[in-house]
């Protein structure tokens, strides 16, 4: 049996002048150890937020396999900053003899007085970090009232410009000429009674109109209808908004019809800010609006009318409904039957507007039988590498992401909180910068969806694997059940499929 020995575990969430770094942590560690051999873990780029990370996880199952007997760290909010998770981590350890130890703030846990004041300790280190989000949220509300711009792409319309705000220097919309001809037609197209989505996108793909490099879909054209900043407010919009319960920072007199506005999510509203309007804030904006205070208010009516329709064959007619994808275009595939009663499979994009090729002839039990087969070749594989081996190649990918992705949202926060600071030099670049770090989040998502674990156990892929064993006998719910499991989803078209997995 493996000698159990000592473990000095380091975390750095940013490298930067004012954090201790990772081999600096290692020093003080190895002074307690006074020469001792140990075996090292260590995580830069990950927050103490949560416990979901590569080298914290390897030390934990190492614990569980009896090689270490202590953990020796800096100081505890290395460790953990989460109060739950800490007390969890505390009997995790009693239950596999492990003593815990931090350099710096000298805890016995093997005495009651000692587990206490750990409980105390990591009490303020939660408190600091909630501390943190309270002053970044404080400093996002207090620039919101101002009407400053909180950084991320313009809206379609527009452009940016330098603007100082208060002795704030930040940036404006200004309005694109090219851009706002194409603002005002979808207004008016919309504003009709008898006009769907459908008409618009359809109108846009056969004229060849194309929006910033992409053809005008569905979920864009209902954004830019519900987005106040291309309204030239007036005191219409003013009661509008009041009506539904928005809280209003400027005063009914200063609508007077020429300003857009921003729409901020409410601080005590966690709804979308574009479907639920009570609890969020308007602001006036200082750049130009675009679309008539009469015209918009039309179609945002209008848009508060309509009921969503859902496609009564998403669920009903297969079971990889919500999963398959058309290859051409990447919108849902439906389940239709045609007049001798056989179903296939077509593009939603398609059906909708006739602006997709479409994923030509795919009988839909063809589909099924082609998705099956492949969840049965995946099960095998599972079994012959292992389900905690895949698992374990799976989650390193996705950790990676997840590091990166912290580091981006970490320098945004820290990007947020100078807005607090008093060097107003600062103020230039931070709506430029947050773009940036936006656009490198967005890019970071989009891998991280291909790769995610979304926290699937083992346990879940036997019970798919199960399912799969007894696919005749099993129900239409299970069966969607393991697709669950196993697919992210499918790309097809007649003539090439292709499955994103799980795992």
């Not at 846009?204 to 864009?220: M, N, V, Y």
């Not at 209808?225 to 209003?248: M, S």
């Not at 990676?400 to 909180?417: G, K, M, P, R």
Request: aromatic share 10%; charged share 25%.
């Amino acid at each position: 049996m493996q000698q159990r020995v000592p473990a000095v575990y380091a975390r750095q969430s940013v490298d930067k002048p004012d954090s201790i770094s990772v081999e600096s942590q290692i020093d003080f560690c190895k002074y307690e150890l006074r020469g001792c051999a140990f075996k090292q873990y260590c995580d830069k780029g990950y927050s103490g937020k949560n416990t979901d990370r590569p080298q914290f996880q390897q030390l934990i199952r190492d614990i569980e396999q009896g090689f270490i007997h202590t953990v020796v760290v800096y100081k505890l909010d290395r460790i953990s900053r989460s109060i739950l998770d800490f007390s969890n981590l505390m009997e995790f350890f009693q239950k596999h003899d492990v003593q815990f130890v931090s350099s710096t703030e000298k805890f016995d846990t093997s005495t009651p007085m000692g587990r206490a004041m750990l409980n105390i300790c990591i009490v303020f280190a939660q408190l600091e970090r909630e501390t943190i989000q309270k002053r970044v949220s404080d400093a996002y509300y207090s620039r919101s009232r101002k009407g400053l711009r909180m950084g991320g792409k313009p809206p379609f319309g527009f452009t940016l410009e330098p603007i100082t705000i208060e002795g704030i220097h930040t940036k404006r919309l200004s309005l694109c000429p090219e851009e706002v001809p194409l603002v005002n037609q979808i207004f008016s197209m919309y504003c009709r009674p008898q006009t769907t989505y459908g008409d618009i996108t359809r109108h846009f793909s056969q004229e060849g109109i194309i929006f910033r490099g992409k053809e005008l879909s569905r979920p864009t054209l209902a954004q830019m209808l519900k987005n106040p900043v291309y309204v030239r407010a007036d005191k219409q919009v003013y009661e509008f908004f009041k009506e539904y319960g928005t809280t209003i920072v400027n005063s009914k007199e200063d609508f007077t019809g020429v300003n857009g506005c921003y729409l901020y999510q409410g601080q005590e509203t966690k709804e979308n800010k574009l479907h639920n309007l009570k609890g969020q804030m308007l602001v006036l904006a200082p750049h130009e609006g675009i679309v008539p205070a009469e015209i918009w208010l039309q179609c945002r009516t209008k848009l508060l009318k309509n009921r969503k329709i859902y496609s009564s064959s998403k669920a009903i007619h297969t079971w990889l409904a919500g999963k398959i994808k058309c290859g051409n275009c990447g919108y849902a595939l439906v389940s239709i039957h045609n007049s001798s009663g056989k179903h296939y499979l077509r593009c939603a994009k398609r059906l909708d507007n006739k602006s997709c090729d479409g994923c030509g002839k795919i009988p839909t039990a063809q589909a099924e039988q082609f998705v099956y087969l492949e969840m049965v070749k995946k099960m095998l594989e599972v079994r012959l590498y292992g389900i905690e081996s895949i698992l374990q190649k799976r989650s390193q990918q996705y950790g990676e992401l997840h590091a990166q992705l912290d580091v981006v949202e970490q320098q945004i926060e820290a990007l947020l909180s100078a807005i607090c600071s008093p060097d107003t030099t600062l103020y230039s670049y931070i709506n430029t910068k947050i773009q940036e770090l936006d656009e490198k989040k967005q890019q970071i998502w989009e891998k991280m969806i291909e790769t995610a674990p979304e926290q699937i156990t083992s346990q879940q892929i036997t019970q798919a694997g199960d399912i799969i064993e007894n696919w005749r006998e099993s129900s239409f719910e299970e069966k969607r059940a393991a697709v669950d499991i196993l697919i992210h989803r499918v790309l097809a078209t007649d003539q090439h499929t292709e499955i994103i997995w799980k795992i």
